[in-house]
Nanobody, 124 residues
Framework: QAQLVESGGGLVQAGGSLLLSCAAS????????MGWFRQAPGKERELVAA????????YYTDSGKGRFTISRDNAKNTAYLQMDSLKPEDTAVYYC?????????????????WGQGTQVTVSS
């Protein structure tokens, strides 16, 4: 069992930055790959970034490559998404999740646990 709680969302102007946090409870966090997804109104949930169990390997989709940085601190059961150079098209609800899949971590249907989401709004 695990519970995930995101925080750090808000309203920011284009070009600004936000740091999202995902705090996890339970023992499963450090044993699983972790991903940050986002979902805009009327769109499917999409992967932004993922990180391996130990944090040594990261993966970014085109949505976040070069602007976002994913990290994790297993000692604190917390993961982060640093978002820089934000654009209006980054506006969405951002979710963190954990998965036991090493091959299909880019698919939301492989994730076992999700947080409730945090709203990020980027104004132009």
């Amino acid at each position: 069992q695990a519970q995930l709680v995101e925080s750090g969302g808000g309203l920011v102007q284009a070009g600004g930055s936000l740091l999202l946090s995902c705090a996890a409870s339970g023992r499963t966090f450090s044993n699983r790959r972790m991903g940050w997804f986002r979902q805009a109104p009327g769109k499917e949930r999409e992967l932004v970034a993922a990180i391996s169990r130990g944090g040594g390997t990261t993966y970014y989709t085109d949505s976040g490559k070069g602007r976002f940085t994913i990290s994790r601190d297993n000692a604190k059961n917390t993961a982060y998404l640093q978002m820089d150079s934000l654009k209006p098209e980054d506006t969405a609800v951002y979710y963190c999740g954990i998965t036991s899949s090493n091959s299909y971590y880019y698919r939301s249907d492989t994730y076992d646990y999700w947080g409730q989401g945090t709203q990020v709004t980027v104004s132009s």
